[in-house]
């Protein structure tokens, strides 16, 4: 990239190729060597090859396969500085260096900004994959990293902020320069208010979304918009592309809908649409603050859907947004619940109904921290007949709620027990949070093993805690969602009470 030449503490060559094996032939030499020692001694042989002598094509690919699994640029750097070998295998791989981490704990401001020149330089034109997690309660992102961050806005790749200010995000997405698009960009993740820390007293424009940088992005397949935003007091937001716009290339879809005004709600009709990605394959959708919101529009497309609840959503914020919806090629379907917690049960209403039309290829159903009642629960998983893997998490138990709001009871074990129930069950994830009813659980859930021949079940680690055991465990398909939540007051629970 012009700007980005070799400085003076670079070295200007890169290892001359010439006398080095190609890399065809010396796999070939290798292989007929291994044939060869293995027909001599009839015995595993040992073959070796010096590090220095292999070819960069193949020092570049296990170097490769330093960079993707750390999210720290220092491996990279000390591996090039082995030898002169390595360090010319490395530059020759300027892909390598396209993985830019950035994070308060790679130094001070001086030093992060040296580390970003350094893999900007060493990666010439490759696409970029930048990472950005800044706690806002530490320190704000240099001016000076967001403006070289931006001069390369059209190498970008993938763009995922973890943690970051909005003000410091509405800069590093600003309106680009005319000419200037995202044309290479095909993963943008987490813009986002930061989903742990709601004080942002100084933040500017937390209501809008620059919605116009998307239209310069035709191969943007991932989009993870606003992962969660607490404050109740958002301006009107709608996710419109100027002209009746869609982005026909998102398949993978994290994002607020928008607060509507309860006037426009009203009006609307069950299956009109309101996101401009209609070819989307996987959403997770947050039904907003206590207002009814139409999420998606009628599509056989969406084959993953997530829906969040927290304490801010009404009773009816998720049967809301299912209400009349069908989606005939589902898959995958996840509710979950998620950053503040409120004091009252989440009743199935419409999600009942919604299953029963949208089930014939259902496979995976979790029932992430949702306190709902087991005879609840049971009515959802009745229609299920091709379910394959069953999760169920609870939460931790609510000031004013009984255990009988609480999805894993005996009820459900007998029901597990019957095999006409879930008949294709193959998989079961259970976590409950009864400490008083622990050993019995676990003899029940060994015995639906048992008689249902299920192939996989997850192994609990208890975590030792004040009032009982805690049961633990890591789903990957539900990555976003791992925190802990946090306890509303009794009146600020449901946003609905007062009206």
């Not at 943690?163 to 995000?169: A, F, I, K």
């Not at 109740?232 to 716009?245: A, F, G, Y």
């Not at 809908?257 to 990605?277: D, H, I, T, Y």
């Not at 989307?280 to 603050?289: D, L, T």
Request: overall charge negative.
């Amino acid at each position: 990239m012009a700007g980005y030449q070799h400085t003076d503490t670079e070295p200007s060559y890169i290892e001359s190729r010439e006398g080095l094996p190609p890399c065809r032939n010396w796999r070939a030499d290798l292989q007929s060597n291994w044939n060869a020692a293995q027909s001599d001694s009839g015995s595993t042989p040992e073959v070796t090859l010096p590090m220095p002598d292999l070819p960069f094509d193949i020092l570049g690919e296990v170097f490769g396969h330093i960079v993707p699994g750390s999210d720290d640029p220092y491996p990279l750097i000390h591996t090039a500085s082995v030898c002169s070998s390595w360090r010319s295998a490395s530059f020759d791989h300027p892909q390598l260096w396209g993985r830019i981490h950035l994070y308060p704990r790679h130094g001070r401001v001086h030093q992060q900004e040296q580390l970003l020149d350094l893999f900007l330089e060493r990666s010439h034109d490759c696409g970029l994959s930048i990472t950005l997690n800044y706690s806002p309660f530490l320190q704000r992102v240099s001016g000076t990293i967001l403006a070289r961050l931006w001069s390369q806005v059209g190498r970008w790749t993938e763009l995922f902020i973890t943690c970051l200010h909005p003000n410091d995000v509405r800069e590093l997405l600003s309106p680009f320069p005319s000419g200037v698009s995202l044309s290479r960009l095909n993963t943008l993740t987490g813009v986002s208010l930061n989903m742990l820390n709601f004080q942002f007293g100084d933040a500017l424009h937390r209501d809008s979304f620059p919605m116009d940088i998307l239209l310069t992005a035709p191969r943007l397949h991932t989009l993870h918009a606003e992962i969660f935003e607490p404050y109740l007091s958002n301006t009107q937001k709608q996710w419109e592309l100027p002209d009746r716009h869609i982005l026909l290339s998102i398949r993978d879809l994290v994002v607020v809908p928008g607060k509507q005004e309860r006037s426009l709600a009203a009006s609307m009709q069950p299956g009109v649409g309101l996101l401009p990605f209609p070819h989307a394959q996987c959403a997770v959708i947050f039904p907003r603050h206590g207002y009814q919101t139409l999420i998606i529009e009628q599509t056989s497309n969406l084959i993953s859907l997530t829906l969040c609840v927290s304490g801010y959503s009404s009773h009816n914020a998720i049967t809301d947004a299912v209400r009349g919806l069908t989606l005939p090629l589902l898959r995958h379907l996840f509710i979950v619940y998620i950053g503040i917690r409120g004091h009252y049960i989440v009743e199935p209403g419409p999600l009942a109904p919604f299953i029963r039309r949208s089930s014939t290829f259902l496979e995976t159903f979790v029932l992430n921290k949702v306190p709902m009642a087991t005879k609840d629960v049971l009515d959802l998983l009745g229609p299920l007949l091709n379910l394959r893997d069953l999760t169920i998490r609870e939460i931790d138990p609510l000031p004013s709620v009984t255990r009988t709001h609480f999805p894993i009871t005996r009820e459900l074990f007998n029901r597990l027990l019957q095999d006409h129930f879930l008949p294709n069950l193959r998989g079961i994830d259970l976590d409950w949070r009864s400490s008083v009813n622990a050993s019995m659980y676990e003899t029940l859930l060994t015995q639906v093993v048992r008689c249902r021949g299920l192939q996989k079940v997850r192994h609990y680690s208890r975590i030792g805690r004040i009032g009982g055991s805690r049961y633990a465990f890591e789903n990957d398909l539900i990555p976003y969602f791992e925190t802990e939540p946090m306890d509303l007051e009794p009146d600020e629970s449901d946003p609905d009470a007062n009206d």
